[in-house]
């Protein structure tokens, strides 16, 4: 079974409008870390928000916030008030307590923000 | 702090040839990961290194994939007799140990191959 599932391939938004990307994923430990990183054109992948599985509240950095639901294992990312420069492929990914380094990766979201 | 570095950006190499790639970690990081990415995928996980130890390898690392950290800092990844699909994005990734879960790994720009 796939670790991550992302199953939005392309998304548009409306620069200065808010956009969820989806994200669902499989463990069976208690313990585990949900990432979303930030791929653009250069090819760097930049590291957004962190979500731990024992963390009680949502995290947010700036205009990126985690909508965690444990019961459903989401993760979706909210990204508030879009910029242009926001256009890039996004990646949800996961670290479980069995092997704390080893990531699993998403395949990814385009998400194109139109001016 | 400088980034995560890697040489060269880009790579082209007809089939059957070796190629080697380099990164270098953010200084003072003593994990260092390689992930392999190909079109339309995320990355997959290939090999990881505390200091100069190599302590996991990936299935998909077969026997034609090396990876070295002589000295506990820079790192290559070596591919023999590279096949069209070895063609991929190649990402090294560095962090500092302990942390846990939220340990987070810094991504380099990757090295792209392409295997003609």
């Known amino acids: 079974a796939q670790k991550i599932t992302q199953t939005q391939p392309g998304m548009f938004v409306q620069e200065k409008e808010a956009v969820t990307l989806d994200c669902t994923y499989d463990t069976s430990d208690q313990s585990y870390g949900l990432f979303w990183y930030k791929q653009p054109s250069s090819g760097e992948m930049i590291f957004l928000i962190y979500?731990?599985?024992?963390?009680?509240q949502n995290a947010t950095e700036g205009r990126y916030s985690l909508n965690f639901q444990k019961a459903r294992k989401s993760a979706n990312l909210v990204i508030s008030a879009s910029q242009l420069g926001d256009s890039a492929m996004y990646f949800c990914a996961m670290r479980e307590e069995g092997n704390f380094n080893k990531f699993y990766f998403g395949s990814g979201t385009k998400l194109n923000v139109k001016p | 702090d400088t980034g995560v570095s890697q040489d060269p950006r880009h790579k082209i190499t007809k089939r059957g040839q070796n190629v080697t790639f380099r990164c270098d970690p953010i200084?003072?990081?003593?994990?260092l990961y390689w992930y392999r990415q190909t079109l339309g995928q995320g990355p997959e996980f290939l090999t990881y290194f505390q200091n100069e130890a190599q302590l996991e390898k990936s299935r998909l690392l077969s026997d034609r994939f090396s990876a070295e950290r002589p000295k506990g800092s820079f790192s290559t990844l070596e591919i023999q007799r590279t096949e069209q699909g070895d063609s991929a994005m190649y990402l090294c990734a560095s962090s500092i140990p302990g942390q846990g879960a939220k340990n987070i790994q810094y991504f380099g720009a990757g090295t792209r191959l392409s295997v003609l």
């Open positions: 979500q731990g599985s024992y963390d009680e």
């Open positions: 200084s003072e990081h003593n994990r």
